[in-house]
């Protein structure tokens, strides 16, 4: 909400998944997500496709 001045919570629903991404790629370095990435020690995650669509999925509770 801070980066953007949304609520998450209410936009959710009407984003696209390649918006929700260009998003999330595009928050600010010293917001409270990048601050808590930099806490959290990093393990290595293979990404795919598949996971981030139901992850997107299960945010937006669609199918």
Known sequence: MR?????L???LPGLSWRRFLVLLRHLSPFGA???ALERKPREPVEDTGE???SFF???TGST
Do not use: T
């Open 3 to 7: 980066d953007y001045g949304m609520d």
């Open 9 to 11: 919570g209410l936009a």
């Open 33 to 35: 997500v990048a601050q």
């Open 51 to 53: 996971q981030a669509e």
């Open 57 to 59: 999925a299960a945010l």
